[in-house]
C-alpha cells in the first residue's frame, strides 16, 4: 500500500485489549469516513468489526478486505461456541455475509478458502485474490546448531480445535516407549488437556516462549509438525497452517495434514511429509519412520 499510494495513512493501536484497538479505530477511522478525503479504503484482518460504520463508506469508493476469518465459521464449525442452527448462528452468518459483500476486492490466505467463502457467502470468484503469507525471516532463518542425541521433534501452537493437537498427543502416547525420539510441544497445552506424565516420558511441554527463544527451539528439531491435523474441522482443509511457513524458512522437515490448502504450495519431498488428517497412528508412524531413517 505504502509503494502504491500517492498518499497513505495507517488507522491502527499497538494496544492487546481488542477494546481499546476497536475504541480507537473507531474513533479516528469515522471523521475520516465522513470527509470522503481517500480513494481506497483497505480493512485488515477483521472488517467485520467496521461494520457499524459500513453506512459512512462512500459507494464511490474501492473497499478491499484481507477476510482472514469468517466469525460464523469460527465460532460455530472451528471452536464449536455456537449450535449450527441456533437463531445467533444465524445471526453470525448474515453479519459476515453483509460484511464480505460489500467489498470490491477481497484478499484470503488460500484458493480453498476463497472458494468456501464465496460459496458459503454468496459472492463471485472474481472479486477474491489469493495472497500466501510469509514468514518473518528477520527471526526465522536456518543458523548453525548443536547435535541432538536424541531424534528431536517440534511442535507449537496456541491449541485452537483447527489444529488438531489432540491428535498429536495421541501419537505421542504411542511413541512413548521409544527412547530415541524426544518431542518438545510449546503452547498452553497443559491448560487445556489432562496430561499424564507417565503418558509423555519422552516429551518436553513448555507454555510460552519469545519469537526468538521460539525460533532456537525449532532450530534443534530434526523434524517438526505443522498439520492442521483436525479431520473434524471444516477450516483444517482449507488454510496453511502458520508455523509451515515458518519451518520451511528455517529449512526443516515437516509434516503436514493431508488438505486441499497445503497441496496449493507443495508436494511431497525429501522434506515434506503428508499424513492423513484426524489419525493418530499414521502420525505416528510416518515419525518413527522418519526417525529410524534418520539415525541409522
Not at 502504491?4 to 481488542?18: G, I, L, M, R
Not at 477481497?106 to 472474481?126: C, N
Not at 491435523?229 to 482443509?237: C, D, E, L, W, Y
Request: with cysteine.
Amino acid at each position: 500500500l505504502k509503494e502504491h499510494a500517492s498518499d497513505f495513512e495507517s488507522v491502527c493501536h499497538q494496544s492487546s485489549n481488542y477494546l481499546v484497538r476497536l475504541a480507537y479505530v473507531y474513533l479516528h477511522l469515522l471523521p475520516k469516513l465522513i470527509k470522503k478525503d481517500y480513494d481506497i479504503l483497505f480493512l485488515g484482518f477483521a472488517p467485520q468489526l467496521i461494520f457499524p460504520l459500513f453506512p459512512f463508506v462512500s459507494k464511490k469508493k474501492t473497499v478491499i478486505f484481507d477476510f482472514f476469518i469468517s466469525f460464523y465459521d469460527t465460532l460455530v464449525d472451528d471452536r464449536k461456541k455456537i449450535k449450527k442452527e441456533s437463531f445467533i448462528a444465524k445471526v453470525i452468518h448474515g453479519w459476515d455475509k453483509k460484511t464480505i459483500q460489500r467489498a470490491d476486492y477481497i484478499i484470503v490466505d488460500t484458493i480453498a478458502h476463497g472458494k468456501y467463502f464465496a460459496e458459503e457467502f454468496m459472492i463471485s470468484l472474481d472479486k477474491i485474490s489469493v495472497y500466501y503469507i510469509s514468514a518473518d525471516v528477520s527471526i526465522y532463518h536456518p543458523h548453525p546448531r548443536k547435535k541432538n542425541s536424541r531424534f528431536e521433534v517440534v511442535y507449537f501452537g496456541s491449541i485452537l480445535p483447527v489444529q488438531g493437537i489432540d491428535i498429536v498427543l495421541d501419537a505421542i502416547k504411542l511413541l512413548r516407549s521409544e527412547e530415541q525420539i524426544h518431542f518438545t510441544l510449546i503452547g498452553p497445552i497443559e491448560k487445556k488437556f489432562q496430561i499424564n506424565p507417565l503418558d509423555f516420558p519422552n516429551t518436553t511441554f513448555i507454555s510460552w516462549v519469545s519469537q526468538q527463544e521460539l525460533a532456537e527451539y525449532i532450530n534443534q528439531a530434526d523434524l517438526t509438525l505443522a498439520g492442521h491435523f483436525s479431520s473434524t474441522v471444516g477450516k483444517a482443509n482449507r488454510t496453511i497452517a502458520g508455523k509451515t511457513y515458518i519451518y520451511l524458512a528455517m529449512n526443516k522437515k515437516v509434516i503436514l495434514g493431508d488438505s486441499d490448502a497445503n497441496h496449493e504450495l507443495y508436494q511431497s519431498s525429501e522434506d515434506i511429509y503428508y499424513v492423513e488428517r484426524g489419525n493418530p497412528r499414521a502420525l505416528a508412524t510416518l515419525i518413527n519412520e522418519i526417525a529410524m531413517e534418520f539415525l541409522t
